[in-house]
């Protein structure tokens, strides 16, 4: 799930990578940790200042209720059975664990952008680089959820900051 929020947010995955190592394989560690040295020069420098919306996006989403739980239910859902008797294989869930990284990125994106003040959906939109479309789709889902709300008008175009009962 992170590597794929990192593709999201135009960061990419190879720019983290997780190895299982135990304290008694010294030497494979070393192995790993000259491997993603090369690879991450090979990427060139990370100006985490150019990307501190999308970092704090991802942050925001990993920390959302539903992928947490989505992420700790995985053997449930894969293994075993939900309360319907059902059970879906490890492609559907990666696909359901896809659909709904992405709806909470876009969301944390949006929260994240507004965190600078009110905003028009077009300017939303131009800030996070989202279509207009889904910036206004995904808006409408924070303000059901008490996240965003309509702050003012400007002439007749109205904007929209975080929730003061919703920030996180």
Not at 113 to 131: H, Y
Not at 139 to 165: C, D, K
Request: with cysteine; charged share 30%; net charge negative.
């Amino acid at each position: 799930m992170v590597e794929y929020l990192l593709d999201l947010s135009g960061i990419g995955r190879k720019r983290m990578t997780l190895k299982w190592v135990s304290a008694a394989e010294g030497k494979r560690f070393a192995e790993y940790v000259d491997q993603f040295t090369n690879e991450t020069k090979a990427l060139g420098p990370f100006d985490p200042s150019r990307y501190a919306l999308e970092l704090a996006a991802c942050e925001r989403a990993l920390d959302s209720p539903r992928l947490r739980w989505l992420m700790g239910m995985e053997i449930q859902i894969t293994e075993k059975e939900n309360v319907f008797h059902e059970k879906i294989d490890d492609v559907q869930y990666g696909r359901l664990l896809e659909k709904a990284s992405r709806s909470e990125y876009e969301k944390a994106l949006i929260s994240e952008a507004l965190n600078d003040g009110p905003l028009s959906v077009r300017e939303i939109a131009f800030k996070t680089g989202l279509p207009v479309y889904s910036a206004s789709s995904r808006l409408g889902e924070l303000e059901q959820h008490h996240q965003a709300e309509l702050r003012e008008y400007q002439g007749t175009v109205p904007l929209f900051a975080n929730s003061a009962s919703g920030a996180a």
